[in-house]
């Protein structure tokens, strides 16, 4: 793996959720923190994260350079780091999983549900969220109308919505037994861009969920508001 040369106070407070940086001050002062075995009182001291064996209180600290959470997002709560009306989905995350630079990797609308990745990555946000990488979501959409057949030539094609914006073509998915649902399959992210594909079709959406990016799928088990602690292998699976 390759290492990256950093104070080990700043290690041990970016690698253990709920622990600051003068916290990790304190853990070495007491002596609680060692180097590759050898103890290491002085916070000033540089490792080499990726390498070197930290351990505190007895207990090995993995090297995790970035840190993934999946967030079932409830309606209320915007997509962006600061908001000065409404509530952020920074403020869903557990103060174990919070981390500084923390950010949501695309946005949902305050009113949609469902999954958001947040993260410190930003360069795998960037890829996600390129057009160019046609990572595919897909949103569970109810609706004012039923569906109707030709929807599906339509998104194929390639919508042109309001605004003059044509959509990349997408696919939707008819749900049985309730032809007011559908799935709907975008490679994109425009503003509004799954309400204004049905606006157009003279329809309205009544409730959008996003259960889907890549192949990451929204554990059905986490609660809307809640927050779960990815594994790299599991965020392997957006891309
Ligand atoms: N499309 C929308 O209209 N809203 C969202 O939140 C996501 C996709």
């Known amino acids: 793996m390759k290492s990256e040369i950093m104070r080990v106070d700043k290690y041990i407070s970016n690698q253990l959720n709920g622990v600051s940086r003068k916290d990790a001050k304190a853990l070495c002062r007491k002596g609680e923190v060692l180097v590759n075995g050898s103890v290491v009182r002085d916070s000033d001291e540089k490792i080499a994260a990726g390498k070197d064996t930290v351990t505190v209180q007895g207990e090995n600290v993995a090297y995790k350079k970035y840190v993934y959470i999946m967030l079932n997002k409830p309606k209320g709560y915007v997509c962006s780091t600061k908001d000065g009306k409404s509530p952020t989905v920074l403020e869903l995350v557990p103060p174990e999983l919070y981390k500084t630079g923390l950010f949501p990797a695309g946005r949902l609308d305050k009113d949609t549900e469902g999954l958001v990745l947040l993260t410190d990555d930003g360069e795998l946000a960037h890829k996600m969220l390129s057009p160019k990488s046609h990572v595919e979501k897909k949103y569970y959409v109810e609706l004012e109308h039923p569906v109707q057949d030709y929807y599906i030539n339509e998104f194929e094609k390639g919508l042109e919505i309001d605004g003059g914006d044509v959509c990349l073509p997408a696919r939707i998915e008819f749900i049985a037994g ?22 157009k079709l003279s329809n309205k959406v009544v ?30 699976k957006i891309l």
């Open 207 to 236: 409730f959008l969920k996003r259960v889907k990016i890549g192949g990451l799928e929204l554990n059905p088990n986490l609660a809307l508001g809640q927050c779960l602690e990815l594994l790299h292998k599991d965020v392997e």
């Open 178 to 199: 309730n032809d007011k649902t559908c799935y709907v399959y975008l490679k994109e992210g425009m503003y509004h861009q799954v309400k204004r594909m049905f606006d």
